[in-house]
C-alpha cells in the first residue's frame, strides 16, 4: 500500500499502527493522520531511531499491509 492510500485509509489501518507501535498515543496517531513524514517524526522522537531507520521502518509497514 502506498501512503496516499494509507492517508486516504488511515482510520482503517491505524489500529495497524498502534499494533505496531505501542507507544505512540491515540491523540499522536490521531495527529499523524497517515502521513509519512509526521509518522518518521514520531517514532524518532519516541524509539530514538534516525530519521533513515524511521524511513524504513515506515515503509517496512506500509509494504506490509
Not at 3 to 25: P, Y
Amino acid at each position: 500500500m502506498n501512503w496516499d492510500q494509507i492517508e486516504g485509509k488511515w482510520t482503517e489501518v491505524k489500529g495497524k499502527a498502534r499494533a505496531s507501535w505501542g507507544e505512540l498515543s491515540d491523540d499522536e496517531l490521531d495527529q499523524i493522520g497517515g502521513k509519512k513524514d509526521q509518522l518518521v517524526g514520531k517514532l524518532q522522537q519516541k524509539y530514538g531511531l534516525e530519521r533513515e531507520q524511521a524511513e524504513k521502518r515506515a515503509d517496512d509497514w506500509a509494504n506490509g499491509l
